[in-house]
């Protein structure tokens, strides 16, 4: 006669379940949808401040981690600590499970920040910006107008610049609020004659008819200036963030001459995310894995985002292109929005309850 089932202590009950909790949790968020939090205002104001919102990894394919040994539900570190929440001791290949699109033009993708080095590909800290650029497409702008393959871009209908707003008094941050404008998005000039504003053209409109406004001025780079933080560093192109390129963006398979403009333009791709053990350039020439090379096939694609806050935002302006295994996936809808400005009920933006992103 088989003996009765020994029941289960609270204790074992609620180890169990925290570890299917654990569990379920680890394999939604790798497999199917992640939680992201907006802490920048590099997508203002088509994304805020304090909107949440779900990350899709079904649409591109879910990412097969590249480094298996980590703290479930952790990033780069433990909670509340310094410590490492990984090893990478193993690092798989790069693989991707089949998806339901391409990364688009213009969709709001989430990746892994291409620069950030010290980490493996998969636990580089997450950003968020529009991919303006897909591979094969050449990037351009002209006095901050994007054009893409030659023609105007898609323009954000929320997208933001900054202006010089010239005012005949001073101005409380209540002003400002009544416009859409958080306290976060207009800097007073030291001379008190008037307000440097983060906005949309709509509210710089109405701005503009504010008798308080004597003037209102787009900052735009001089088309002759060159910034030194601009991609790609160390070059005489006399590039901006507002006169940019003509830039291609890599395509996977596309074969490239490697002249000195094409080493000035894609060295850092070649030696950062191709996958090779050693880049170099000795006497002039590129050797890869001890190898002189003239010409150079790309393996896999690339992107070139922007942020839709064009005067705001650090992105591939700044630090280049964003390679296809950096792809965590795609924004897709926000489910909370906090402003933090506000206090109890009022925090809630109701108005953004699960509105999709675009």
Same mark, same amino acid.
């Given at each position: ?131 303006v650029g897909i591979p094969g497409d050449v990037i351009e702008i002209k006095s901050a107008e994007l054009f893409i393959n030659g023609e105007s871009a898609m323009k954000p209908e929320e997208m933001q610049f900054s202006y010089d707003v010239i005012t005949s008094r ?40 504010? *008798?308080?406004?004597?003037? &209102?001025? !787009? ?7 060159? %910034? ?5 560093? +160390? ?87 964003? *390679?296809?295994?950096?792809? &965590?996936? !795609? ?7 906090? %402003? ?5 009920? +009022? ?12």
């Amino acid at each position: 006669m088989s003996q009765p089932k020994k029941k289960k202590s609270p204790t074992r009950e609620w180890v169990d379940a925290l570890v299917f909790a654990v569990v379920a949790a680890s394999l939604i968020r790798w497999l199917l949808l992640e939680p992201f939090t907006i802490p920048t205002a590099s997508m203002e104001k088509s994304l805020l401040v304090g909107d949440f919102l779900f990350v899709s990894k079904m649409h591109y394919g879910t990412r097969i981690p590249k480094t298996p040994l980590q703290v479930p539900l952790t990033h780069q570190k433990i909670w509340g600590t310094d410590l490492p929440s990984y090893s990478d001791a193993i690092q798989l290949p790069y693989y991707r499970l089949p998806g339901f699109s391409d990364v688009e033009r213009y969709d709001v993708v989430v990746f892994n920040y291409p620069v950030e080095f010290q980490y493996p590909p998969d636990l580089k800290t997450n950003y968020i910006k529009r991919a303006v650029g897909i591979p094969g497409d050449v990037i351009e702008i002209k006095s901050a107008e994007l054009f893409i393959n030659g023609e105007s871009a898609m323009k954000p209908e929320e997208m933001q610049f900054s202006y010089d707003v010239i005012t005949s008094r001073p101005l409380n941050a209540d002003f400002f609020m009544e416009y859409g404008v958080n306290p976060e998005s207009f800097l007073a000039f030291t001379d008190g004659s008037g307000y440097l504003v983060f906005a949309t053209e709509e509210v710089i409109s109405r701005l503009e008819s504010s *008798p308080v406004v004597t003037s &209102v001025n !787009k900052r735009i780079e001089r088309a002759d200036f060159r %910034d030194p933080a601009i991609y790609p560093a +160390n070059t005489n192109y006399k590039w901006n963030r507002d006169h940019y390129g003509p830039l291609k963006v890599p395509a996977a398979g596309e074969t490239i001459q490697l002249t000195q403009e094409n080493l000035e333009k894609y060295f850092l791709v070649i030696e950062k995310y191709e996958g090779h053990d050693s880049v170099v350039m000795q006497d002039g020439a590129l050797m890869i894995d001890g190898q002189k090379v003239e010409n150079y096939t790309f393996k896999q694609d690339y992107y070139f985002m922007m942020g839709d806050n064009r005067h705001d935002s650090l992105d591939s302006r700044f630090w280049g292109f964003v *390679p296809e295994d950096h792809i &965590v996936g !795609k924004a897709w809808f926000l489910w909370l929005s906090l %402003d933090k400005y506000e206090s109890m009920f +009022n925090k809630i933006r109701w108005s953004r309850f699960f509105k999709g992103i675009e």
